[in-house]
């Protein structure tokens, strides 16, 4: 079977937390495609040309333990806008969306660009403030000398670069479902996500 579940939104809105629990649940693949943006950021701050680095990307020996930076996340979204740079990974993740079985997929423009046919669309969101808050609550878990005021400039920084990029901007699609998690727990924004995708499943 084949069933793809493209998730997109703005930094820290929860959408790997509501993919990794709508994947577990349907027992479908789950692909992070911000780490293939992450991977390429983190090679760019080494020295590497962004480009050259997303065309000779391996996407399965990806390690995002070093990934979730502040720093990698900026470079990331840089990298993001350029279009050689999308178009160098369009393959893998559309390959993997096609898998048997059910696939999830996160990132900026799974519903517009690499699945427009996906099966179910979200696009989960939050206001900025909580977004910063949820980030900063992360961030401060793995470094003592993080700033509130700096992860929210941090945060609308990218978003606005995200959005604003003419290749492949953070949109939603027409037919996506919105999921604002503003005021949900993380169990009831996977929920709302449980039932957006067995209402596809069903019909
Ligand atoms: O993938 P994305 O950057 O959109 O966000 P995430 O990494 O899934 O979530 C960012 C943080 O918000 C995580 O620490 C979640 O536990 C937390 N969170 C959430 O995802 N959803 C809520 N309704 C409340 C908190
Ligand atoms: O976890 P968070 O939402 O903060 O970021 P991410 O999903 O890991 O994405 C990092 C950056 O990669 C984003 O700010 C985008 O610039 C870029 N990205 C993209 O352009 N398209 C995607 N499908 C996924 C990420």
Redesign the pocket.
């Known amino acids: 079977m084949q069933f793809t579940v493209a998730i ?6 929860g ?2 937390t509501v993919s990794k629990a709508v994947a577990t649940h349907f027992g479908f693949a789950y692909l ?7 991977a390429v ?1 983190a090679r760019v701050l080494d020295g590497a040309d962004a480009i050259e680095a997303a065309q000779s990307l391996n996407a399965k020996e990806i390690d995002g333990s070093q ?2 930076t502040a720093e ?3 470079a ?6 350029m279009p050689e740079v ?1 178009a160098a ?1 369009v393959e893998f ?1 559309r390959g993997f969306a096609k898998r048997q079985g059910g696939a999830v ?6 519903g517009t ?2 699945c427009p046919d996906a099966s179910v669309k979200l696009f989960v969101t939050a206001s900025a403030e909580v ?1 910063a808050k949820r ?1 900063f609550l992360e961030l401060s878990e793995k470094e003592s000398s993080v700033d509130f005021e700096q992860v929210l400039a941090d ?1 609308k920084a ?2 606005e ?2 959005a604003s ?1 003419d ?2 901007p ?1 949109v939603a699609a027409d037919d996506a479902v919105v999921i604002d998690t503003s005021e949900l727990t993380i169990k009831e924004a996977v929920s709302a996500a449980v039932s957006a995708i067995e209402a596809k499943l069903v019909s």
């Open positions: 997109d939104g703005p930094a820290a809105a959408k790997g992070d495609t911000g780490l293939l943006y992450r950021g990934l979730r990698v996340a900026e990331a979204s840089k990298a993001a806008a999308r990974l993740q997929l996160d990132g900026r423009d799974i660009v690499i977004r980030r945060v990218r978003d670069r995200d990029r290749a492949a953070l």
